[in-house]
Each structure stands twice: as C-alpha cells, then as structure tokens.
C-alpha cells in the first residue's frame, strides 16, 4: 500500500514511516521540510505546503491512502498565532480532504486529539461517543473543525475518513516544546524544572512508537468512518513526570510558575474501542517511555551521560514562584 504521510518529517510522522517500512508498505512523505534523520534514506519526500492544492494532489496521485498529521501542534504556539493554526490545522485539513476526494484517495486517517474532550461529562472513562463539550482552547477549536469536516465529507461525498484522538505523545524525536522533553533538558542542564500550576493536572500520555502502531492499524478496512482513541490507560499527574526525571537524571529544583490557560481538564479516556477493533493498545508505561527517551537524548547529542542517567535523587526541593513565561 502507497501513503502519503503528511507531517511525515515530523516527531509523529517519522515514527509512522518508520512503522509504514516495517509492515511492507511504501510511504510518501509531505511536508514543509526535509527529514533530518538517516532513518528517512530511501523514503521519498516531496516537500510542499498542504495549503498548496495542486502539490498536494500531485503527491497523492498515486497513493492508496493518506495519513494526515501536519498541524500547528504546540499549544502555546496556538495561542501566539491563532491565525496561522487556523490556516494549517483547519484550512490545511479542508484541502487534504478535497485533495483525497479529487485523486479518489478513499482512504484518509486524520490526527485528532484528547483535547477534543476538554470539560465533557460522562462515565468515568470517557469513549468516542461522548457528547463534547465546546471548546476552550482555540488549538482544540481547530482540531474538532478538522473532524467535522471529515465527517461531512464522509456524509457527502463517501470519503470515510477515520478519525484518531491522541494521547499525549512522547518519546525519541519528540519536539522540545513538549512537557517530557522539556524538563528532561532541563534536569540535564541542571536547571530547575518549572511547572504550570499546582501540578496536580494530568494527561494520558501514549509513547510515541505505539501510537505510530496505532496509527498504522487504522489503515485497516475495519477503521473506515470511525473514530478511535489512542491513548494509554495510565494517568500522570505532572508532579509524577517531574518525579521520574529526578529519578532517572538527578536532583533537581522544582518551580511552580503561573497556570496555564484553557488547559486539558481532568479526564479519564478509554481507548477500548482500538482495542477490540483494532487490536491495538499502548504496551509501554510512562516511566519506561521516559526511560528510552532519556536514553536516546544521551545517545544522539550527549547531552548526558551513563553515568548521569544512572544517578537516583529524589530529593530536590520544590519552590513557589511566579514567572509570566508558561511551561
């Protein structure tokens, strides 16, 4: 099978290809920038922009199906450029759609995310049939704007996209804006590790090579038209991820800073359906995620050693102050 991976240069992306090569199909990847890695040699790009109509449907020509993931991702990002999210995670979705429909692409799984579920109510895990509520954060705005337009386009044109809501992903190549990657530079560096808030809110995060399994998975027959969470089953408070990296790097200060705003509400979400559609479910813990990405931080750019990674110290101390810059 052909598939166009769009963001496939990126953290999620590359993982993808790297699952698309090992389970003998031929990915394409589209995005703004060449891959940096050795891992994307042999893997055609094709380097453009999703707005770009005409590029994009060039690229697809000749697909079987296309992952969507290019996106404004960073929230905080989001929150300086509205605009710019609202032409890349919105318009850009609209024409990857029209793209597909154009080239009788029929296959297109879309990367949603967990934020969708903001401040919904509902059982205590939360499934894919949940009513939503509406969004607070514009990043989430953009993305549920995403799946409604899959969702029209399946009522009328037959597209039948599937949609994926991610957990929190991390893991090798993760961007580093994200909360793992951070406060792992900054225990490396020996500066403290600033937490928005309390630190009691929490995500569910999945490690980024089974999320790229999943993603794959949804590639499948059974998938089409339906929408899935992918995400792990554990619950990691921020104080918990602040506490397996002094474990694993060493001591280190902690500072609570200013809340960040509109942030992802206490909720607990199920990723069952994956699970008994799919056969697919996260296999490896927060901590061991951690641990790997730990590992592949100080065996890419030796930013820290054995010897530091091996280091166990959980006694650095926590600090209250106020900074306008948010984590």
Known sequence: MRVLVTGGAGFIGSHVV??????GH????????????NGAGGVECVTGDILDGPSLRQAMRSCDGVIHLAAVADVDQVALEP?????????GTAVVLEAARDEDVRHVVYGSTIWVYG?????????????????????????LAGEMYCRSYGQMFGLAPTILRFGIPHGPRARAAT????????AIAGEPISINGDGHQARQFVYVEDLADGIVSALSETARGRTYNLVGDETVSVREIARIVQALIGEVTIVHVSG?????GHVHISSERARSELGWCATTSFA????????????????????????????????????????
């Open 260 to 264: 960040r705003l509109s942030d992802l």
């Open 26 to 37: 031929q990915p394409l990847i589209f995005d703004l920038v060449q891959p940096q890695r």
């Open 119 to 143: 401040n919904a109510c509902g059982a205590p895990a939360l499934d894919e049939d949940v009513l939503l509520a509406s969004p607070e954060h514009f990043y989430t705005a953009t993305k």
């Open 288 to 327: 061991d995620g951690v641990a790997r990405y730990v590992e592949w931080v100080a065996g890419t750019n030796g930013s820290s050693s054995a010897r530091t990674v091996s280091r166990i110290n959980g006694s650095a101390a926590a600090v209250l102050c106020q900074e306008p810059r948010a984590l």
């Open 83 to 91: 605009l710019r999210a609202d032409l890349v995670n919105t318009r």
């Open 179 to 186: 909360v793992v990657a951070k406060f792992v530079a900054r």
């Open 18 to 23: 790297d699952r698309l090569l090992a389970r």
